[in-house]
T-cell receptor, first 114, second 112 residues
Framework: DSGVTQTPKHLITATGQRVTLRCSPR?????VYWYQQSLDQGLQFLIQ???????AKGNILERFSAQQFPDLHSELNLSSLELGDSALYFC?????????????FGPGTRLTVT | GESVGLHLPTLSVQEGDNSIINCAYS??????FIWYKQESGKGPQFIID?????DKRQGQRVTVLLNKTVKHLSLQIAATQPGDSAVYFC???????????FGQGTTLQVKP
């Protein structure tokens, strides 16, 4: 158990819909990262937040957005869903103290768009 | 382009043998590299990392080697065990953006 929690574990929804994935980082970790993992694209970095502010951006679509709240939990919002958005979505956290960059991954949310 | 590639998609080794998983990265400005292990149905698990000012780092049964001249990263697992069977990902961090680029993954199969 990494200490990172994600909800829900599974999500099935229809094209065009909007969903919110939630992540609680390890206690004390200030950074949260979101990743998408699909069979044909591998593990893709989406976005990073540090202490409530966006820190780095990866291959995140404009239909997707994220935020980190004052209690440090984070949400990933996916809108106008397409079939190709079906994937595993992982959240990871790290303390990001000094040069430390070890990331702890949650169990993931499996999104199926039908 | 942005890519971190793995030389072999699947590696099969005998239990007790040493395993070497290779990775090529593309960005000479990357300052940090990480190896992750992902077991079926689970999230990636950090194994070991190395900064660009080092060429070798050892952990428990694992060693990471970095060759910046040829932009190559490898993960060595000593005395491979059945529990090591998983998909292994390398990742590089671009120092200018903090962006992490992951390789496609290598499946390690350990034969008893």
């Amino acid at each position: 158990d990494s200490g990172v929690t994600q909800t829900p574990k599974h999500l099935i929804t229809a094209t065009g819909q909007r969903v919110t994935l939630r992540c609680s980082p390890r206690s004390g970790d200030l950074s949260v990262y979101w990743y998408q993992q699909s069979l044909d694209q591998g593990l893709q970095f989406l976005i990073q937040y540090y202490n409530g502010e966006e820190r780095a951006k990866g291959n995140i679509l404009e239909r997707f957005s994220a935020q980190q709240f004052p209690d440090l939990h984070s949400e990933l919002n996916l809108s106008s869903l397409e079939l190709g958005d079906s994937a595993l979505y992982f959240c990871a956290s790290s303390p990001l103290t000094g040069e430390a960059y070890e990331q702890y991954f949650g169990p993931g949310t499996r999104l199926t768009v039908t | 382009g942005e890519s971190v590639g793995l030389h072999l998609p699947t590696l099969s080794v005998q239990e007790g043998d040493n395993s070497i998983i290779n990775c090529a990265y593309s960005n000479s400005a990357s300052d940090y590299f990480i190896w992750y292990k992902q077991e079926s149905g689970k999230g990636p698990q950090f194994i070991i990392d190395i900064r660009s000012n080092m060429d070798k780092r050892q952990g428990q049964r694992v060693t990471v080697l970095l060759n910046k001249t040829v932009k190559h990263l490898s993960l060595q697992i000593a005395a491979t065990q059945p529990g090591d069977s998983a998909v292994y990902f390398c990742a590089e961090r671009w120092s200018n953006t903090g962006k992490l680029i992951f390789g496609q993954g290598t499946t390690l199969q350990v034969k008893p």
